[in-house]
């Protein structure tokens, strides 16, 4: 298989040339290259050339203009009848090549009725269906679900490899490229969407926020925590949980404790943010974690 654009990954690179498994579950966080890495497991199982996925054949030609009639998505919040008619159709053989392919983004999303129904489809596939399911976390698909796929866990990448790919993309490595690796936790995608957005500003105030933190300022912690809407919070947040991972890779001595217990309350506010957004509320809670993290 060619995994032209995928960096790193080695094992997973090896496991997918050795067997083609019915199922696959691939994890990783946001910018970690699972639909990277999904959309050329698709291609190759489509493509006609020798080499997979040659991006020249006509089965490539289809799948690049999103109109391959063997490549079916299926969306997380689909209702459990509509899945069950289309999973239904899994009995008609491939129109085009050797397979068919059901893949599903934010598979974590999907209800426990709608996991249960794939289940089903998953434990007795016919020999041409093959399924990719993305998540963040593969503990959000239900076990019995897990246990029916090969889990593909994304790894963060190592430095020298996201500094090569930006001086051949960008012709330097400048300061704000190196800022955008250091938030990325190792992982390209996170890396080029901060480096080609005004994410620098937030990288501004990761630091910001750190050196706060580090002297016990308070008033410049209650400084930061003065976002206005849902989208800016939200991004900032999963910046500064990247910044901290990162941070504590890189950390010796007293400075590991400092990160992790911070990266605990850090961590603790996540999942109820998910669901309660207040943005003036989470202004306030961010700023009393950070606080308690200083007191």
Known sequence: MNFSGFYG???IKKALNAHLFHAYLIEGPEGSGKHTLANIITNALVCDGEIRPCGICRQCYKFKQNCHPDIIDIPSDIP???????????VLTPNDGEHKIYRIDKAEKMLPAAQN??????EEPPHYAVFLLLCTAKEGVLP???SRCQVLSLAPLPEEILEEHFRKTFGVYDEKAKTAVLLSAGFLGKALEIYGTEDE??????????QALQ??????????FHFEDRESLTAFYNTFALHLKRRLRDASGSETTFYASLIRLWDSAGE?????INVKFWNANLARLCLKAIA
Request: glycine share 4%; with cysteine; hydrophobic share 45%.
């Open 9 to 11: 990954n080695e094992p």
């Open 80 to 90: 459990v009848e509509d899945l069950r008619r289309l999973l239904a159709d899994i």
């Open 117 to 122: 129904l794939l289940l089903k489809t998953l």
């Open 144 to 146: 019995t679900v897990r």
């Open 201 to 210: 500003k937030q990288g501004q105030q990761c630091r910001a926020l750190e």
């Open 215 to 224: 002297k016990k300022d308070a008033a410049a912690v209650l400084g930061v």
């Open 272 to 276: 109820a943010m998910q669901t309660n």
